[in-house]
Nanobody, 126 residues
Framework: QVQLVESGGGLVQAWDSLRLSCAAS????????MGWFRQAPGKEREFVAA????????DYADSVKGRFTLSRDNAKNTVYLQMNSLKPEDTAVYYC???????????????????WGPGTQVTVSS
């Protein structure tokens, strides 16, 4: 089993920055890709960013490309989502997810992930 806990969410103003963290525990050696998804009220969960096991590859949704940066520290079993130039439309609950299978080409598909954190709220005011 793998447990994930997100932190770092909060209320900020437009153009501010936040850094989300996701700490993994348990059978962390089994984790390959890590991803972030978000869900706004009344909307489906959408992909934000993903990173491969060694951090050599990152993928981003078009809506966050150039503003968000995903990194991971395997020694600390933690991934970080640095979010800059935040916009009101970034408001959502942000979820961290862990993938046990190969990183492959489906890093933006929620069902490819095996474990999920409880989520952290990010609210961006205009």
């Amino acid at each position: 089993q793998v447990q994930l806990v997100e932190s770092g969410g909060g209320l900020v103003q437009a153009w501010d920055s936040l850094r989300l963290s996701c700490a993994a525990s348990g059978r962390t050696f089994s984790i390959n890709g890590m991803g972030w998804f978000r869900q706004a009220p009344g909307k489906e969960r959408e992909f934000v960013a993903a990173i491969s096991r060694n951090g050599g590859r990152t993928d981003y949704a078009d809506s966050v490309k150039g503003r968000f940066t995903l990194s991971r520290d395997n020694a600390k079993n933690t991934v970080y989502l640095q979010m800059n130039s935040l916009k009101p439309e970034d408001t959502a609950v942000y979820y961290c997810a862990a993938m046990l299978g190969p990183y492959g080409s489906r890093w933006n598909v929620p069902r490819e992930y095996d474990y999920w954190g409880p989520g952290t709220q990010v609210t961006v005011s205009s």
